[in-house]
């Protein structure tokens, strides 16, 4: 059965109208079981929109509200107003900061704990947030004005950075579940938990409307329908604040709305990248969640890293020397002229992780052209970073260049949203009515029921077998796959930490993985798991459970070159052995049920024809009985939930379908924007949008899918010469660092030191320096996940196989100062983690220490650990999460 997001379940019928675009089933559907759950409701029927509507919030100004605040802004001083918009992180942060500057509000955001204690307990959270809470009270003792201090914090699917939380399935999951009364309640039940640590604001719903595959951040949209986006916005903004008596008690926190705006629409998928569409595509598809979640009374709007290239979007001070960059973030016409007065939204807009840095004209220390474009308060990360922010701030209002009534506005701002959420009635935060409850609020089973309620709405059925599903107890169960015992791969990124890759059982108490669920249902005695199928015999066996997946990620780090594959079995090694696990199971005759833990639609025909029964699971979270229930019958043999997902994304056909979306149907006239590819032809979507299969529907009449046929370019002739990267005459490429905290990378200087938290580079006499053989460079690892390597100054790929066909090694001379304590890896790219490298940190320990030395791989050994040398936009590359100290120089790829 096919159907929109929202619609009917298999039985169910519906009759479109005005104001629904819910689709009736097909023809041939059957009457579903009654365990199927009712059809969800149907969502809004959008209207192209000529102009930036005016809105009405469902929490309106109020008379009372603004006389307060305008009494409580007069009795600040200048120094107090700036605190009121600086938001500092936990780690950069004392109380004694909070009571000298009078710091308006703090944040955590992912793997920053009170202490860094990974598993603090949640009284260690309540006493941390109320320590600041006091402190700021402190700071206005003796004063006859007060102002309330507000933590926030990252709870994008649940209260994830809490050891113990509830975990729910990630949006793009929620979207397939098409139903906004299970987002509510998701809403409802995280604003309760992270209110019982103590926290008032909460930096979500993500209203993205992703269009391109390859970005990181897919999974955090709840698909690219804006008509699904509309009702979960309102949805979610509805659970997490309720209405305006609501928001004031102690069991709702705020809301925000991220990222505005077209994070989702850049060119590529690129992260923090561009987007060109017209104001009408920003309009019409990525800002329906915006419209709906103002409407719903959000109080905050979070700014996008992302750049807006169109004429509208001005410089708003022409003439600096340094000319406006299109971000976002330094965009009066989005900030101020659209979001503030065109739609009228009178909360806090806020700036994202140090993105103000990245605006023209701005620095981490720097934000008076961000803050006169409309920022209201700034996420500023750094302790050094955010106090500069503080001084030039001020310094800047006294000289005139920001005007004291944009920073009255902005603070205005703060107040207005602090007596909205009654934080002058609250008491401290250890004292409130959650944070003291005696059954415990946080992971409670009524939560973690509500997650596994939504995992098993979410998944989609894109393949069946009539007969096989749903499977039997009784049955003899092989469960394999890389994804088989990994509760990383169900949960995805942000859990626990930012990229949530190094999560385990003591991480997720109560978790159970996919292997777990399924042994609790047939029993150990007929559960075998073999995530590697190196032990099992699949003869021995009634049916295979496989479960594939991505590997964890969350920005940047997941975010897929525009020149990679979307073949989920071309990405790693690790998944193309999913494949060759499938294939050995159809030799053995042995039924395979796959299950695809991904937070994008990937290209994987091959595993669906390979497989008799394929779902799509998302990122369902650490409660994997939620896939089970649904996998499996109940005792008496009958279905106990019937398949509810329908697809919030179009499925690929073809390997390079990254952009591929469904023509809106609400927009009669769409031109495809630049950025995607029309929907027709070869791109026609495998699976559209809406579509799902129930238990019930029959076998299609066709056989295999047809795969899309890989046709690999043809390699180069042999390399002429040697590659050059660093040597006497100093280098063609671009150097640089990336890695923890610095995931935007800084640049490397070939001319003076560069400093920065995870690495330290210095330019130093080379061997052989006396004979005018050159510059070194000195590197520091200070024992932060650090990266250091040379990029094409374009961007651009080359294809260097040729270098391959004569036997070239990545040579280099290197001096050892200090051994490496951790692996030190040698790759080709700069994406690792996600791809491979060989660890240098043997040789690296075997050479003597202060003696120039050379260090040569060979090209075919970085080859057999999958570098990708038909796409080379980085030659060189060191990595290490530990520390090290070498100098190194005449770096290239050449015949030894």
């Not at 019409?284 to 750049?307: E, K, N, P, R, W």
């Not at 052995?577 to 049920?593: C, I, K």
């Not at 990029?791 to 260097?800: F, K, N, Q, R, V």
């Not at 080709?828 to 320990?845: I, K, N, S, T, W």
């Amino acid at each position: 059965m096919t159907g929109g997001p929202g619609a009917p379940s298999a039985g169910d019928t519906a009759t479109p109208s005005a104001d629904s675009t819910a689709v009736a089933p097909t023809a041939d559907a059957t009457a579903a079981p009654a365990t199927t759950a009712p059809p969800a409701t149907a969502l809004p029927a959008l209207e192209p929109l000529a102009r930036w509507p005016r809105l009405t919030s469902a929490i309106p100004p109020d008379p009372a509200v603004e006389r307060r605040v305008a009494e409580i802004l007069a009795q600040l001083t200048l120094e107090e107003k700036v605190g009121q918009m600086i938001q500092p992180e936990l780690a950069e942060l004392t109380p004694e900061d909070v009571r000298e500057y009078g710091i308006g509000s703090a944040l955590n955001g992912a793997g920053i704990w009170p202490g860094g204690r990974r598993h603090a307990t949640v009284q260690d959270w309540v006493d941390a947030v109320d320590g600041f809470w006091a402190a700021a009270e402190e700071h206005w003792r003796g004063r006859p004005v007060r102002v309330p201090f507000m933590w926030a914090t990252d709870a994008v699917h649940g209260h994830n950075n809490v050891h113990g939380a509830t975990v729910f399935p990630h949006n793009i999951g929620l979207g397939a579940a098409g139903d906004p009364d299970l987002v509510r309640r998701i809403g409802e039940a995280t604003a309760r938990e992270v209110a019982a640590t103590g926290m008032d604001w909460i930096f979500a719903p993500t209203v993205t409307t992703p269009r391109d595959r390859r970005w990181g951040r897919y999974y955090e949209g709840y698909g690219e329908d804006p008509a699904l986006v509309h009702a979960y916005g309102r949805a979610m903004v509805e659970g997490l604040q309720g209405d305006v008596a609501a928001l004031r008690t102690d069991g709702k926190v705020l809301a925000t709305l991220k990222h505005w705006i077209a994070d989702g629409g850049t060119a590529n998928g690129g992260d923090r990248g561009t987007a060109h569409c017209s104001e009408e595509v920003l309009r019409d598809i990525h800002a329906q969640g915006f419209l709906a979640g103002i409407t719903a009374g959000a109080q905050s709007v979070m700014v996008s890293f992302s750049s807006w290239s169109n004429p509208a979007n001005y410089d708003h001070t022409p003439g600096r020397a340094e000319p406006y960059n299109d971000k976002v973030h330094g965009s009066r016409y989005l900030l101020t002229d659209v979001l503030k007065d065109a739609l009228g939204f009178d909360g806090i807009v806020i700036s994202d992780w140090d993105a103000h840095a990245e605006v023209a004209g701005c620095s981490a220390g720097d934000a008076g052209y961000a803050i006169n474009a409309g920022l209201d308060v700034l996420m500023v990360a750094g302790r050094e970073a955010w106090q500069s922010v503080h001084r030039t701030t001020v310094r800047y209002v006294r000289d005139g260049v920001i005007p004291l009534a944009r920073v009255d506005d902005a603070v205005s701002r703060v107040l207005r949203v602090k007596m909205r959420a009654g934080l002058w009635d609250k008491p401290r935060p250890r004292d409130r009515t959650l944070t003291r409850a005696q059954s415990p609020v946080v992971g409670c089973a009524e939560h973690r029921e509500l997650s596994r309620e939504a995992a098993r709405k979410s998944l989609v059925l894109l393949k069946n077998t009539p007969g096989l599903l749903p499977l039997s107890r009784t049955a003899r169960v092989l469960v394999t796959g890389s994804a088989a015992d990994d509760l990383s791969k169900q949960c995805g990124g942000w859990t626990l930490t930012w990229q949530g890759d190094d999560v385990d059982r003591a991480d997720l108490p109560d978790g159970s993985t996919l292997a777990d669920a399924v042994r609790s249902v047939v029993g150990s005695e007929r559960c075998t798991v073999d995530p590697a199928l190196v032990h099992a015999d699949p003869t021995q066996f009634d049916v295979a459970v496989v479960a594939l997946g991505e590997d964890s990620y969350a920005e940047m780090r997941g975010t897929l070159k525009p020149w990679r594959s979307l073949a989920y079995a071309e990405l790693k090694s690790s998944y193309a052995r999913d494949v060759e696990v499938l294939r050995r199971l159809r030799t053995a005759g042995l039924p395979a049920v796959s299950v695809f833990f991904t937070g994008r639609p990937l290209y994987c025909t091959e595993e669906i024809n390979l497989s008799h029964a394929f779902v799509a699971a998302w990122l369902p979270g650490p409660y994997a009985s939620g896939v089970t229930d649904v996998l499996f019958a109940a005792p008496d043999g009958a279905p106990t939930h019937d398949f509810q997902g329908r697809l919030p994304s179009s499925w690929p056909r073809t390997r390079d379908s990254a952009a591929v979306n469904r023509i809106p149907p609400h927009l009669p006239g769409y031109r495809v924007p630049a950025e995607e590819t029309a929907p027709e032809d070869g791109y026609t979507p495998l699976f559209p949008v809406g579509h799902g299969l129930s238990l019930h529907d029959p076998a299609p009449a066709a056989g295999p899918l047809p795969p899309d046929v890989f046709r690999p370019a043809p390699p180069p002739p042999p390399a002429d010469g040697p590659l050059r990267v660093l040597d006497a005459a100093g280098t063609p490429y671009r150097l640089r660092v990336g890695g923890h905290n610095t995931w935007s990378r800084e640049d490397v200087s070939l001319t003076g030191p560069t400093r920065c938290l995870i690495v330290h580079a210095d330019p130093v006499p080379g061997p052989g320096a006396d004979q005018g053989e050159g510059t070194a460079l000195r590197l520091r690892f200070t024992g932060y996940p650090a990266f250091v390597y040379a990029e094409s100054p374009t961007g651009t790929p080359a294809d260097l196989r040729g270098h391959l066909e004569t036997g070239a090694h990545v040579r280099f001379r290197a001096r050892v100062l200090e051994r490496p304590t951790a692996a030190l890896y040698l790759a080709c790219h700069d994406d690792y983690p996600a791809q491979p490298g060989v660890d240098l940190a043997p040789v690296l320990r075997e050479a003597p220490e202060g003696e120039w030395t050379t260090v040569s791989v060979p090209l075919a050994s970085l080859a057999a650990v999958g570098m990708d040398l038909r796409h080379v936009d980085v030659p060189f590359m060191l990595y290490t999460e530990g520390t090290a100290l070498l100098e190194i120089a005449d770096v290239g790829w050449r015949v030894p």
